[in-house]
């Protein structure tokens, strides 16, 4: 796990009052979803899954999800019914895909307006692209801080407890820095 994000100088962005938070994510394979899952369940967030319109499967799931990745091609997205301006916090959870964001990313960035809505990154990857994930999400919002977990070889109970170590750094975060 790695945390502090080195393109964030403006830590007053956690002064999060109201603390309402919302874990959205993409998960293809359940890791993703493992961790993120975890982590909204300590700091008691709501839960939102993006998911494809098309079901992704198998090889030809792989060949053209890496296509569309490197491309930053967006796929079709069953749009979340999430109003972002009800949260003072929004935890984004997308593994990575040869090096890029994932295409069901893109194509909920794309509908999302995320003002200057405080943002943390969860990125899974079984071993390297994640901080390029890092600075393309970064990109133009308000990223106050993240998180890049290797997913490869773990366990589902090793998934979950990192999760849960994400969620109880987050939850320190937020009550240290607000006060
Ligand atoms: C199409 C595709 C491309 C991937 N590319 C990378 C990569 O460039 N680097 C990496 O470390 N892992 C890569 N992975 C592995 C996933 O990032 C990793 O297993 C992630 O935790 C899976 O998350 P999920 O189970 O939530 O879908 C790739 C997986 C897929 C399906």
Known sequence: MISHNPLIVNTKSWNISKKKIC????SWTERTALVA?????????DLVR???IKIRKGVTG????AFQAIFHRKSDVIHPS???SNYDLIILGAPVWCGNIPPAINGFLSKTKFSNKAIVLLITMALWGGKRVLKALDRKRNVIEFFIVKTGRKSRKELIDEGKKIGRR???LITGLSL
Do not use: H
């Open 82 to 84: 999430v109003d972002i």
């Open 37 to 45: 899952e975890s982590i909204a369940e300590v700091v008691k967030a």
């Open 170 to 172: 987050i939850s320190s």
């Open 23 to 26: 874990v959205i994510y993409y």
């Open 50 to 52: 993006i998911k494809e």
């Open 62 to 65: 792989v060949l053209s999800g």
